[in-house]
């Protein structure tokens, strides 16, 4: 196989990233776009010793699981979507067989436990008139660039890339993006407002953060600019504040050459530095630079499955030694603005998050204010430094005895736990752990830790948080051993 040939393939199978695999004469190749079944025409464009990657030039013979025709224009293009072109109830199928297959490879979990243990994916309920769901993003993040004519374009990254593919109608977003978008685009032409170049680290607009209440309807315009203000900002506010439900027009200093987006600094233009919303009946506010889960339909589900793997209406019959009804201590490591926390205050007696930003912690500590929660304490740091030392410190104060949690939630990023914090885990000896995991790779892996440490896998579960895209949450309980 040499660059550039043209193949037939069949694909056969599916990557973790949602590439189509088949082989030709024994040699595999991976084809992003491909569904299992189809039959397609394909450009070799980088070959290895024993695969080679190609692209997809057409579909001979349509898969029964590829859709006749994908709702976005831009689908193939942007890389915001890997899935979109594949039936819904096959990208279901594909993401729960993902988790699995990553708890038995990686995590070396038992086929027949997971038989028992494994419950179905939680998928979407079908957009009004679509037979997928979409437009259930409450945060988008467009960057803004120049196309080749020299107009200002905004859209999406295309896959592997920083070339913008313009679009300001994504479907998985909102329909008032388009408006807000359209509005500053506008705006920047008329006064002149240069865009960021990445390259130079020149001009002065670099992204467009939109946040929308999909309770409260409040909506909130942040604009990412390397500088100081924006020139006739005051005009951008009074065309943007005109839109139904405009709640927080603010700026995010960014400055500095790099590839994160957010900067630190954020300075109001006009309304308040937050919008509201719910998950469920707990109240949050959300600032712009608050870690938010941006499915808010799934979010609900996907915590009250790990509020009910917490078990904590297990322990509402539990008395003291004095007659007191016991109620548990809960640990939720990795909060963010106190999400799971505020869900699990509601049934435990002691509720104690760790979350490494500080601006988080105090939207925590205000959302919990607001929602007159009064069982719930949050420490700034690092969940593998804070707990460990902790645990260390209470056994110092109270003559060698083990700090002790009920249950431990942990909702880490892609990246996973530390063993560090893991060991400190299994050493509070929680009755039971809760994972939530946004990575089913090292989820695997961490459970492989725990239940080499004690604990067993009790239930599991994927949450489709993402459609049209290969990621997804998955909740697992985990219930400690008693030899």
Not at 314 to 324: H, I, K, P, Q, R
């Amino acid at each position: 196989m040499n660059k550039n040939d043209i193949v037939q393939v069949k694909i056969e199978d599916i990557g973790v990233n949602g590439e189509g695999i088949g082989k030709v004469d024994g040699y595999t190749l991976f084809i992003k776009d491909g569904i299992i079944g189809d039959v397609v025409e394909a450009k070799l464009m980088k070959t290895k010793k024993n695969y080679g990657y190609a692209r997809l030039m057409k579909v001979l013979q349509p898969s029964d699981d590829r859709v006749k025709e994908p709702v976005c224009a831009m689908a193939r293009k942007c890389g915001g979507c890997q899935l979109q072109e594949m039936r819904y109830k096959s990208q279901l199928a594909f993401k729960e067989k993902k988790v699995r297959g990553n708890l038995m490879r990686i995590g070396e979990v038992p086929e027949e436990l997971l038989d028992q243990v494994m419950e179905p994916i939680v998928g979407m309920e079908e957009t009004e008139g679509l037979d997928a769901p979409y437009h259930y993003r409450n945060k988008a993040q467009f960057p803004i660039g120049m196309d080749k004519e020299g107009n200002i374009v905004a859209g999406f990254y295309a896959g592997r890339t920083h070339s913008i593919i313009p679009n300001t109608d994504c479907v998985l977003g909102v329909s008032v993006n388009e408006d807000i978008l359209t509005c500053v685009i506008h705006f920047m032409k008329e006064y002149h407002v240069p865009v960021y170049d990445e390259t130079a680290h020149k001009g002065l607009v670099r992204h467009v953060l939109i946040r929308y209440g999909f309770t409260t309807k409040e909506i909130m315009v942040c604009l990412v600019i390397n500088g100081e203000k924006v020139p006739h900002q005051e005009v951008l506010a009074e065309r943007l504040r005109k839109i139904p439900g405009m709640t927080s027009i603010t700026l995010s200093i960014n400055k500095e050459k790099t590839n994160v987006i957010m900067g630190n600094e954020i300075k109001l233009i006009w309304g308040q530095s937050f919008i509201t919303d719910y998950i469920g009946n707990v109240k949050y506010q959300i600032s712009p630079l608050s870690f938010y889960q941006v499915n808010p339909v799934q979010t609900e589900k996907l915590y009250n499955l790990a509020l009910e793997y917490a078990g904590l209406s297990d322990y509402a019959e539990d008395v003291s030694a004095a007659g007191v009804r016991q109620k548990p201590v809960v640990w939720d490591l990795y909060c963010g603005i106190g999400t799971i926390s505020l869900f699990l205050a509601q049934k435990a007696g002691q509720v104690y998050g760790v979350e490494i930003v500080p601006q988080a912690i105090e939207d925590a500590k205000n959302n919990a204010r607001i929602n007159r929660i009064r069982n719930a304490e949050f420490y700034v740091g690092k969940a593998e430094e804070v707990l460990p030392k902790y645990y260390e410190d209470y056994a110092k104060e109270h003559g060698g005895q083990k700090a002790h949690a009920d249950v431990i939630v942990v909702d880490p990023p892609r990246k996973g736990c530390e063993e560090t914090l893991l060991q400190t885990m299994v050493d509070m000896e929680p009755e039971r752990i809760v994972y939530v995991s946004c990575d089913s790779a090292t989820l695997a892996r961490d459970m492989k830790f725990l239940r080499g440490n004690g604990y067993e896998i009790e239930r599991v579960r994927a949450v489709d948080q993402f459609p049209h895209t290969v990621h997804t949450e998955c909740v697992v309980g985990m219930q400690r051993k008693h030899i």
